[in-house]
């Protein structure tokens, strides 16, 4: 049971360039989330989903987009990559219910740098 | 709006107690989480509160008060392997979708010998 695991760990891009993260989970969670974590403003919603073949926006949107084709993966993609998307990137799941055992579990992040 | 404000570093000695408050103003309430996240690696939940008062596991503890917006978490017995950054987060109302959360910036904690 691998819980969620997120690739690549480490990427490096030039302004312009498109690159494509991934996130998948073992966990049977129908609910996936990607979150950017920059250094004194925690954690923030990107974009999530709520099951297979559905998406909507989070706090911060812009200049990413997001597919959820199968229940066990979320892709974030960059078009156009810009320095301001130089962060660390986090993918998370959890249950439909919102229960106190339905915490979201966080992949590993990615690093991503755009020069 | 969601604002989320916790204080941004703190520093205590091995052994000792520290309490990290957390304070909110949200459009809705349905629970208070906190997550430990150690350097470069991924949050990972420790506790959760919904109902005022306190919850303890082990040597955390934290505390919620949904009239005054707040919560704290207490560490005690304080060990070198919990210098780590501590984030506070909300989640969203029981009738909105997803059970997102909005985390605050977190606490980086730094226990000394």
């Known amino acids: 049971n691998a819980g969620v695991t997120q690739t690549p760990k480490f990427r490096v891009l030039k302004t312009g360039q498109s690159m494509t993260l991934l996130c998948a989970q073992d966990?049977?969670?129908?609910?996936m989330y990607w979150y950017r974590q920059d250094p004194g403003m925690g954690l923030r919603l990107i974009h999530y989903?709520?099951?297979?073949?559905?998406?909507a926006k989070g706090e911060v949107p812009d200049g990413y987009n997001v597919s959820r084709l199968k229940k066990q993966n979320f892709l974030l993609g960059l078009e156009s990559a810009a320095p301001s998307q130089t962060s660390v990137y986090f993918c998370?799941?959890?249950?439909?219910?919102?229960?106190?055992?339905?915490?979201?579990?966080f992949g590993p992040g990615t690093r991503l740098t755009v020069l | 709006g969601q604002n989320i404000d916790q204080p941004t570093e703190m520093t205590a000695t091995e052994g000792a107690i520290v309490q990290i408050n957390c304070t909110y103003q949200?459009?809705?309430?349905?629970?208070l989480f906190w997550y430990q996240q150690h350097a470069g690696e991924a949050p990972t939940f420790l506790s959760y509160?919904?109902?005022?008062g306190l919850e303890e596991k082990g040597r955390f503890s934290s505390f919620l008060s949904r009239s005054k917006g707040y919560s704290y978490l207490l560490l005690k017995e304080l060990q070198m392997k919990d210098s780590a950054s501590y984030l506070c987060?909300?989640?969203?109302?029981?009738?909105?979708?997803?059970?997102?959360?909005?985390f605050g910036g977190g606490t980086r904690v730094l226990v000394k010998p």
């Open positions: 998370a799941s959890s249950r439909r219910t919102s229960g106190d055992t339905d915490t979201q579990y």
């Open positions: 966990m049977n969670h129908e609910y």
């Open positions: 989903s709520v099951g297979e073949g559905t998406t």
């Open positions: 949200t459009s809705g309430f349905n629970g």
């Open positions: 509160n919904v109902l005022d």
């Open positions: 987060a909300v989640r969203d109302t029981i009738k909105a979708a997803g059970n997102k959360l909005t």
